[in-house]
């Protein structure tokens, strides 16, 4: 079974470039392991993502 989530969330104050980059690259490889797809957008204050996998 597909599962499917969606979020919103907001980035801490003081939370540098390089940080949300590595967290996003860890991501990458975690999902890619685990068949999760998706797509992560953010505007410098808002994270939205899509998510899906089994």
Not at 10 to 36: L, P, T, W, Y
């Amino acid at each position: 079974m597909l599962t499917t989530i969606i979020y919103r969330s907001h980035i801490c104050d003081n939370v540098s470039f390089k940080s949300i980059e590595a967290m996003v690259a860890r991501a990458n490889e975690r999902n890619g392991q685990a068949d999760v797809t998706g797509i992560l957008l953010f505007n410098g204050t808002h994270f939205f993502q899509l998510i899906e996998g089994p």
